[in-house]
C-alpha cells in the first residue's frame, strides 16, 4: 500500500473547500462524540470558522488532498491551529486538531497533516500545543503521543451527547527552541 505522502497532498485550505470540509465535519457532529457539536453545520455557518485559519500565522488549516487519479482533489482530512483562549496572555498556546475522512483513517493522513501543521507552528511565537480528546478515543491518543503529547488531566463527564456524558482528556506539547 502507498504511504499518505504518496496519496495526499497538504495545502491551505480555501473558502473552495468549504462545502466538503462542512461534510467531513458533519459526520464527526452526526456520528461521533468526538466533537460536542451537536447539530450539523451548513456551509455559509463555517464560513467564519474557516477565515479564522489565515493562510500566515499561527492559526493555519490545512487539507489533505487526494492525489489518486480516480479520486483526485478529495479531500481526505484536515488539520488546524486556534486560539487556546481568548486573553492576550494566552497567545502563544494554540489548541490543535485533525480530523480524517472516516473512509481515509488508517491511512496515516493524521500523521501527515500533524507533520505540516507543526512544521508551520515551527515558523510562529508559539511555546505550546493543547489538545483535547473525547474519551475512548485510542488512535487519537496514539496520534498525540507519537507528536510528543504527553496527558496532563481529564475532565470527567464535561460533555453530553448522544444522551450520555463524556469525558475529556488534555494533552500538551512543548513548542518552539528547546521543545
Known sequence: MASAAT?????PGTEGDLASLTELYNHYVRETAITFDT????PEQRLPWL???PE?????LLVACDVRKETKNRILGYATSSAFRPKPAYST???VTVYVSP????RGIGTLLYDRLFEALAKEDVHRAYAGIALP???SIRLHTRFGFRHIGTYGEVGRKFGRYWDVAWYEKRLGPGA
Open 7 to 11: 496519496e495526499a497532498q497538504v495545502r
Open 39 to 42: 447539530e450539523p453545520f451548513t
Open 51 to 53: 477565515r479564522s485559519h
Open 56 to 60: 500566515d500565522g499561527p492559526y493555519p
Open 93 to 95: 498556546s494554540v489548541e
Open 103 to 106: 473512509d481515509a483513517a488508517g
Open 137 to 139: 478515543n485510542e488512535p
